[in-house]
């Protein structure tokens, strides 16, 4: 089973940063993708950045590119997403997803595994 646990999240001003950290348990982790997603009250869980664990491609939602960076470290199990230039709208609850594949996608139904979700909220 595998688990995953978030972090990092808080309440921060606009033009601030934060690091999400995630780390993943449970089972031997190879081919697989992390994914942040976040979800605001009242809209719909959106994909944010996505990594493959090896190889390290990524993907970015448009309105986070030149802002966000997510990375991984293999040997903590770990993926983080450094967050700058925050904006009010980045306020969400921020989820870490997991999928065994290689292929980065966008797709919350795609990922099999979630964390507990960590809150952002960014104050204007």
């Known amino acids: 089973q595998v688990q995953l646990v978030e972090s990092g999240g808080g309440l921060v001003q606009a033009g601030g940063s934060l690091r999400l950290s995630c780390v993943a348990s449970?089972?031997?982790?190879?081919?697989?993708?992390m994914g942040w997603f976040r979800q605001a009250p009242g809209k719909e869980r959106e994909f944010v950045a996505g990594i493959s664990w090896f190889g390290g491609n990524t993907n970015y939602r448009d309105s986070v590119k030149g802002r966000f960076t997510i990375s991984r470290d293999n040997t903590k199990n770990t993926v983080y997403l450094q967050m700058n230039s925050l904006k009010p709208e980045d306020t969400a609850v921020y989820y870490c997803?997991?999928?065994?594949?290689?292929?980065?996608?966008?797709?919350?139904?795609?990922?099999?595994?979630w964390g507990q979700g960590t809150q952002v909220t960014v104050s204007s």
């Open positions: 997803a997991l999928r065994y594949s290689s292929q980065v996608v966008t797709t919350p139904q795609e990922y099999s595994y």
């Open positions: 449970g089972r031997a982790f190879s081919n697989i993708v």
